[in-house]
């Protein structure tokens, strides 16, 4: 925990001296080498992998989750890795591993069931807009959407009684839009939370893809090679929010008509909850 005034708070102070924040998650790095070495293959991949019996097991399980549907049972890492390739499990990798290492925040203000469970849901609609816009960002939107928000377990890790101050004046109102509530941030922090997820992936030296997905989610007017991945971000991030899940301005931004976010609403509400237990298991 910080003791920082919000006028003298920088991200930088936050991802400071925090070994959990500071250190990025060791088998995707890993495994990444292996998958930017041509000599390299999907045996040598499964071979990180499975050093990890916790992780095999349930990038098995996934795989096997209706996420995939695939026909018949996938049995071993290396058959998964020649199903859905060794890029797309390295981001499912990644995936898993966030939801891991931030699974256990202390406070009883904060749920992180919920927190997992909204961001799993916009993985999944950012995963069906990809699909519908044939944009083939694939796996990478489905882990944009995840890891989105995640500069809001910062503060509840770093800044909690900051935090606190930010979601009670957001309670006190009626609900707000993201830039509504990035203002509040801004007011409180000093920054947002998408700056403070930003340089987290920065520091982390995550893709420029997730790096830049983040960073856009309060710029829509901004263009740039991942603007259209920041779009489907900020469209799934509003329709994943049960409480308030429409924004005309985003939903305007994709044209698409209200028939067309029922079905992608209606396709992963089908998949939600199998999913999210493979995720976030409770036990």
Not at 72 to 84: D, P
Not at 87 to 101: A, C, S, Y
Not at 194 to 221: N, T, Y
Request: proline share 5%; glycine share 4%.
């Amino acid at each position: 925990m910080i003791a920082y005034s919000p006028s003298t708070l920088t991200v930088a102070d936050l991802l400071r001296g925090d070994l959990q924040l500071a250190s990025p998650p060791n088998a995707y790095f890993l495994l990444k080498k292996i998958v930017e070495d041509p000599n390299k293959t999907a045996k040598d991949a499964a071979v990180v992998l499975e050093a990890d019996a916790a992780l095999a097991v349930k990038l098995l399980k996934i795989v096997n989750s209706a996420f995939y549907g695939f026909p018949s049972q996938i049995s071993s890492i290396t058959k998964a890795i020649t199903m859905i390739g060794t890029r797309e499990l390295q981001n499912l990798v990644l995936g898993t591993l966030i939801v891991e290492r931030f699974s256990d925040l202390p406070g009883q203000h904060f749920s992180i069931h919920d927190f997992w469970a909204r961001n799993l849901r916009c993985a999944l609609i950012a995963r069906e807009l990809d699909i519908h816009f044939g944009k083939h960002y694939a796996d990478t939107a489905f882990l944009c959407g995840l890891v989105h928000n995640i500069g809001q377990l910062v503060f509840y890790r770093r800044i909690p009684v900051l935090a606190r101050e930010v979601d009670l004046l957001l309670q006190s109102q009626t609900p707000l839009a993201v830039d509504e509530e990035v203002t509040v941030e801004q007011n409180v922090i000093g920054f947002d939370h998408f700056q403070a997820g930003a340089e987290l992936c920065k520091q982390w030296m995550l893709p420029d893809v997730i790096v830049e997905s983040i960073r856009l989610h309060c710029f829509p007017d901004l263009i740039g090679p991942y603007a259209d991945l920041a779009a489907m971000v900020r469209l799934a991030n509003c329709l994943s929010r049960i409480e308030n899940p429409y924004d005309a301005h985003a939903v305007n931004a994709l044209n698409l008509t209200p028939e067309q976010i029922s079905f992608i609403l209606d396709k992963i509400s089908d998949e939600f909850e199998v999913i999210f237990k493979l995720f976030y298991p409770t036990v």
